[in-house]
C-alpha cells in the first residue's frame, strides 16, 4: 500500500494522451522540449492559458512572431 503511495507520488502530472492517428505537438512545431506526446491542437489553449493564468501576453516569453525561439529567459525559466 506505502508503496502504491510513493509511487503515485513520483508520477509526472498527468497529460492527455493521443488519440492513434492525431497530430503531435513536436510533429506541428519547430522546437517542443515540455510538450511533447500531447496533440498538437492543444499547444495553443495551453499557451493562451498559460498566458491568462500569468497576466501576461505572449511576448512576456515569446519573441514576437518567433515562438520557437528559446531567446527569452522566461519562456526558460521554468525548466532551468
Ligand atoms: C509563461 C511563458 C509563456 C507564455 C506567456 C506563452 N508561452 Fe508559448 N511557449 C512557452 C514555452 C516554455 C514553450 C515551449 C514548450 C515546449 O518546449 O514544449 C512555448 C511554446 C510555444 C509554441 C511552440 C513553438 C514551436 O514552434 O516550438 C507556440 C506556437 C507558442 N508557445 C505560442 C504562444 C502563444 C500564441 C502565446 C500567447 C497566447 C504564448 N505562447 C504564451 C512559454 C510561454
Redesign the pocket.
Known amino acids: 500500500m506505502l508503496a502504491i503511495a510513493g509511487a503515485w507520488a513520483q508520477s509526472e502530472p498527468p497529460k492527455t494522451p493521443a488519440a492513434p492517428g492525431t497530430k503531435l505537438?513536436?510533429g506541428e512545431?519547430?522546437?517542443?522540449?515540455?510538450?511533447?506526446g500531447i496533440p498538437a491542437e492543444q499547444?495553443?489553449p495551453s499557451?493562451?492559458f498559460?498566458?491568462a493564468s500569468?497576466g501576461?501576453?505572449?511576448e512576456?516569453?515569446?519573441v514576437a512572431h518567433a515562438?520557437?525561439k528559446d531567446d527569452r529567459s522566461?519562456?526558460?525559466?521554468?525548466?532551468r
Do not use: G, S, T, W
Open positions: 505537438a513536436e512545431f519547430k522546437n517542443i522540449q515540455a510538450l511533447k499547444v495553443i499557451m493562451q498559460i498566458a500569468l501576461v501576453e505572449c512576456y516569453c515569446h515562438n520557437e522566461r519562456k526558460l525559466a521554468p525548466a
